[in-house]
């Protein structure tokens, strides 16, 4: 069993310590991942001036945001995944055609030679 | 352009009018996505003795955590797709060359025939 990990994050310019079974770098990727939506966030003047609980929800519909697009993204590439093997299913098809033409082409010769 | 659209969601038991380009729809999925995340970590009892900036700190990364797997997901699917491709340029490849030996087995023939 993996063993359990603390990692030290600043987030939001707070420090947490985070415990959990997943990588210390891993955590840090995320933390850094969330620093830059408050940042993007944050280059909006406006968005201080926001209730806290808003701005809360705002970074989680940013977040969250991403992971849709990237969930749609995967759709994406799995659509792509399936023509491929449509693709690769029909050219087997043809290249099995051709050898077996091939084969018997080879037959006739061989029987036209004796 | 598109129009900006109002939509009233409730997430986290708040209701909140969201303005933005996304359509209704999706701003509701987003919210019950949100929800979901909430309602799984408000499982654990202990979630309710945090305090509450380490609170939305959890949130935030189960959130982050489900978009950097799914960015895994992509790049696992992306693989797959330069795989298939190479697999389906060595297969072509391979039909042309027995296209080609049956086109020049058929002249061979002819040429016998003659």
């Not at 940042?39 to 945001?65: C, G, Q, T």
């Not at 087997?92 to 084969?103: D, F």
């Amino acid at each position: 069993m993996a063993e359990k990990t603390d990692a030290q994050v600043v987030i939001g310019g707070k420090t947490y310590t985070l415990s959990g079974y997943e990588s210390e770098e891993y955590l840090l990727r995320v933390a850094e991942y969330i620093n830059s939506k408050i940042d993007e966030l944050n280059a909006d003047s406006e968005f201080a001036k926001l209730p806290v609980d808003m701005r809360h929800l705002l970074l989680n519909l940013n977040i969250a945001d991403d992971y849709f697009k990237a969930i749609s993204k995967n759709e994406e590439l799995q659509s792509i995944i399936d023509k491929k093997e449509n693709d690769l299913y029909d050219i087997k098809h043809e290249l099995v055609a051709a050898q077996m033409k091939l084969q018997s082409a080879g037959k006739k010769k061989k029987g036209s030679d004796a």
